[in-house]
């Protein structure tokens, strides 16, 4: 089955870029999206296929696709910007939804 | 506005059976692929089961495979999912979240049930 890697954990001070990784085979091939989840809440849709944002979501937030990484890079970071991250993919050859393991995000 | 409402988690024995029912309401029920994720305390986010919008394909995670069975009445918005010989393993809070398509996001989610497998 299709796995997707992504780092425990990132630590960035406030004002800085953090990326936020997520490794898969030949992942560039597909679309990846990102969520935000914070504690005791459901997650929260930052960066869809690749690289696009929903609306209502800052422009600070960005997504890129190439190879076998995927990157969620968040610019200009805030102290509400901490929380949990999950790439995720469909998987056409199994037929399942995949995320990735999650990325605690912490702002210092 | 969109909402999704989970129902029905609680406390169950292992080997016991939960029904799980997630109500829609803000968007057209019928055209969307349903999804349920669970997560297990202090994990990550683990898919679950899918189903299409006119409940004609459904897709398991091998974890649930044989025992949870997706479905969904579109004339009552509603989702569910039954859970049959539940494991310690299971225990987890319980989301449905919808999408367009195989590769689509999911554009929506419920708050989430909770689930407790425990003798």
């Known amino acids: 089955s299709y796995v997707l890697t992504q780092p425990p954990s990132v630590s960035v001070a406030p004002g800085q870029t953090a990326r936020i990784t997520c490794g898969g085979n030949?992942?560039?091939?597909?679309?990846v999206h990102w969520y935000q989840q914070k504690p005791g809440q459901a997650p929260v849709l930052v960066v869809y296929d690749d690289s696009d944002r929903p609306s209502g979501i800052p422009e600070r937030f960005s997504g890129s696709n190439s190879g076998n990484t995927a990157t969620l890079t968040i610019s200009r970071v805030e102290a509400g910007d901490e929380a949990d991250y999950y790439c995720?993919?469909?998987?056409?050859?199994?037929?399942?939804?995949?995320f990735g393991g999650g990325t605690k995000l912490t702002v210092l | 506005q969109v909402q999704l409402v989970e129902s029905g988690g609680g406390v169950v024995q292992p080997g016991g059976s939960l029904r799980l029912s997630c109500a829609a309401s803000g968007f057209t029920f019928s055209s969307y692929g349903m999804h349920w994720v669970r997560q297990a305390p202090g994990k990550g986010l683990e898919w679950v089961a899918f189903i299409r919008y006119d409940g004609s394909n459904k897709y398991y995670a091998d974890s649930v495979k044989g025992r949870f069975t997706i479905s969904r009445d579109n004339s009552k918005n509603t989702l569910y999912l039954q859970m049959n010989s539940l494991r310690a393993e299971d225990t987890a809070v319980y989301y449905c979240?919808?999408?367009?398509?195989?590769?689509?996001?999911?554009?929506?989610w419920g708050q989430g049930t909770l689930v407790t497998v425990s003798s």
């Open positions: 995720q993919v469909w998987d056409s050859s199994s037929d399942h939804e995949v």
């Open positions: 979240g919808g999408n367009s398509g195989y590769d689509s996001p999911f554009d929506y």
């Open positions: 030949n992942i560039g091939s597909k679309s």
